[in-house]
């Protein structure tokens, strides 16, 4: 038992790497993309003490050459799902009762073989198998990561620190108990970061997961198991299986023994898993926790006071950055009638200006989307906009698959407000803008409230206070992370919890307390000093 009041190091963020031109990041991390482009792996699943190989594979190539394979990973079989549950809840008799300093280690330890001895490789591998440039890999597998882990551990002391009053003949107290059951968590391609804080934060608070990474993200999904492995991370505690993500879903909600669904994807997909959660509430030991960061439709408005460098920096920020496959990325813009001559000007400039192609050649600023099913979804959309008298494609609106899943960033302007791509998450680089009238600024905020169901991500340009105090409060329910002269992506763990309403989630902000709330069940203990033993109180008396 602990025999201390441990203080854990103090969270700080980890500093972004540049990656300049001669920069030994730069020669670690092309040195270990090219070794990974080079081999091909297994990856298993990962389940209880073992490591199975089904025979049953599915090739992983990476989005910017399709047809190089970096490797396969093995399908798990409905038997596989059962002994995953089965691995979690035999671990869960130790993990659960673990001393939360001991679990604090492992993750602790976790965020620094990422800073150190595995960058290089976590960063190469959500290049080559997310296709993201150094710049976006660095921010996400490296920094990101180690900022949950290291910000979820102080998170975790405050959660416990945070205790009842007592008196002196009283004494009572709080236990954050881990979940009764197994923790399902599933965790979508486009950042490693979330693929790898999801069951991590869970499991740090006591609880065993079940983790299905996104198909196209195993990748790396399977460098964040063998960093967890090497911290320490005990057999069982975190499982990975991989294969029909309908079958597994069904096998894991159909059990008894779920206690939560920790979720990042999706709308359709979370309102599927909510609604047989929902059937099923009967058969559950107890009511689990459902966790979901979903879509987004995100904005830009800019006043008309705007500063115009600014607003266009913005755009292309946040519309293009990772090919626009954030769900807080900007793909919805509202510019006055006053500046869109400037701003248009310099954002075709801008755009122009970006190269296009693999993300080993650090030079690219965009590179491939994910799959054949996004580029085909976006290459729909930029041809309908091609047709529709309602719009018109400004730059961009090229496509090419022939190696990669390669879209142009696009900009598409349309004269009607509630045009398919102002309303409809795209998940790729296409931008949509709406010019209003400067006179029509309060019109416009409402129209920003009203056109997306989604509520993840927003940003205001301006330089007029009383037009931010405006826009502030009237869009207070469009984004659960709100940005002011600044593009509406790069939440920072400990600094601005993500997350988002409506049709964009639960909210329960990642990065923060608030989330790891969600993965205890409080239970009050309270203790009394001198037992009464008489049952009668003084008003009986005559």
């Given at each position: 038992m602990p025999k201390g009041f441990f203080h854990v190091p103090k969270a700080v963020n980890e500093p972004v790497k540049s990656y300049a031109p001669n920069s030994p990041e730069k020669a670690a991390v092309l040195a270990a993309y090219q070794k990974m482009w080079n081999e091909t792996i297994e990856v298993p699943n990962y389940i209880g003490t073992e490591e199975i190989r089904t025979g049953n594979t599915r090739n992983m190539t990476a989005p910017h050459d399709h047809q190089h394979v970096v490797g396969k990973y093995h399908l798990a079989e409905k038997v596989h799902v059962e002994k995953a549950i089965v691995s979690a809840l035999e671990a869960r008799k130790k993990w659960a009762n673990m001393a939360w300093e001991q679990r604090a280690a492992i993750f602790l330890k976790a965020a620094e073989l990422i800073?150190?001895?595995?960058?290089?490789?976590?960063?190469?591998?959500?290049m080559i198998a997310q296709s993201k440039t150094i710049y976006q890999a660095e921010i996400d597998a490296?920094?990101?990561?180690?900022?949950?882990?290291?910000?979820?551990?102080?998170?975790?002391?405050?959660?416990?620190?945070?205790?009842?009053?007592?008196?002196?003949?009283?004494?009572?107290?709080?236990?954050?108990?881990?979940l009764e059951g197994f923790v399902y968590a599933i965790t979508p391609f486009n950042f490693t970061a979330i693929a790898g804080n999801l069951p991590?934060?869970?499991?740090?608070?006591?609880?065993?997961?079940?983790?299905?990474?996104?198909?196209?993200?195993?990748?790396?999904?399977?460098?964040?198991?063998?960093?967890?492995k090497e911290a320490g991370?005990?057999?069982?505690?975190?499982?990975?299986?991989?294969?029909?993500?309908?079958?597994?879903?069904?096998?894991?909600?159909?059990?008894?023994?779920?206690?939560?669904?920790?979720?990042?994807?999706?709308t359709e997909v979370f309102n599927d898993i909510w609604a047989k959660i929902g059937t099923n509430i009967s058969n559950y030991k107890s009511y689990p926790k459902i966790v979901g960061e979903t879509g987004g439709k995100d904005f830009?408005?800019?006043?008309?006071?705007?500063?115009?460098?600014?607003?266009?920096?913005?755009?292309?920020?946040?519309?293009?950055?990772?090919?626009g496959q954030k769900c807080?990325?900007?793909?919805?813009?509202?510019?006055?009638?006053?500046?869109?001559?400037?701003?248009?000007?310099?954002?075709?400039?801008?755009?122009?200006?970006?190269?296009?192609?693999?993300?080993?050649?650090?030079?690219?600023?965009?590179?491939?989307?994910?799959?054949?099913?996004?580029?085909?979804?976006?290459?729909?959309?930029?041809?309908?906009?091609?047709?529709?008298?309602?719009?018109?494609?400004?730059?961009?609106?090229?496509?090419?698959?022939?190696?990669?899943?390669?879209i142009e960033p696009t900009v598409i302007v349309t004269t009607n407000p509630k045009y398919a791509t102002m309303e409809t998450e795209l998940f790729g680089p296409v931008m949509t803008?709406?010019?209003?009238?400067?006179?029509?600024?309060?019109?416009?905020?409402?129209?920003?409230?009203?056109?997306?169901?989604?509520?993840?991500?927003?940003?205001?340009?301006s330089q007029d206070r009383y037009a931010i105090q405006e826009a502030t409060l009237a869009l207070q329910n469009s984004a659960g992370n709100f940005y002011i002269n600044d593009k509406p992506t790069g939440a920072v763990v400990g600094m601005q919890p993500f997350g988002g309403a409506r049709a964009s989630g639960t909210n329960d902000k990642a990065g923060s307390m608030q989330n790891l709330l969600r993965w205890v069940s409080p239970r009050t203990i309270k203790e009394t000093m001198v037992t009464p033993e008489d049952y009668r109180y003084p008003f009986l008396g005559e």
């Open positions: 800073a150190g001895p595995y960058r290089a490789k976590i960063n190469a591998a959500t490296s920094c990101e990561l180690i900022d949950f882990l290291r910000y979820n551990v102080e998170f975790m002391t405050q959660i416990y620190n945070d205790q009842p009053k007592s008196v002196s003949d009283v004494w009572n107290r709080v236990e954050y108990r881990p991590s934060c869970a499991a740090l608070m006591g609880n065993v997961v079940v983790w299905k990474p996104a198909a196209t993200q195993v990748y790396s999904a399977n460098v964040i198991m063998q960093i967890f991370l005990p057999d069982g505690v975190i499982n990975m299986v991989m294969g029909d993500s309908g079958m597994i879903s069904e096998v894991l909600l159909n059990s008894p023994h779920l206690a939560g669904v920790h979720f990042t994807g999706s830009i408005i800019a006043h008309p006071s705007a500063n115009v460098k600014q607003v266009v920096t913005g755009i292309a920020r946040g519309a293009f950055e990772f090919q807080s990325a900007a793909s919805r813009g509202y510019i006055p009638q006053s500046l869109w001559p400037a701003v248009k000007d310099l954002l075709i400039t801008d755009v122009k200006s970006m190269k296009m192609g693999s993300p080993e050649d650090m030079s690219n600023f965009i590179t491939a989307v994910i799959s054949e099913a996004s580029f085909d979804k976006l290459a729909r959309y930029i041809e309908q906009a091609k047709k529709d008298a309602d719009a018109e494609i400004i730059i961009g609106g090229n496509y090419d698959k022939s190696k990669g899943y390669f803008i709406y010019v209003y009238e400067d006179a029509k600024w309060a019109e416009t905020l409402r129209l920003v409230d009203e056109t997306s169901e989604y509520a993840l991500t927003g940003a205001i340009f």
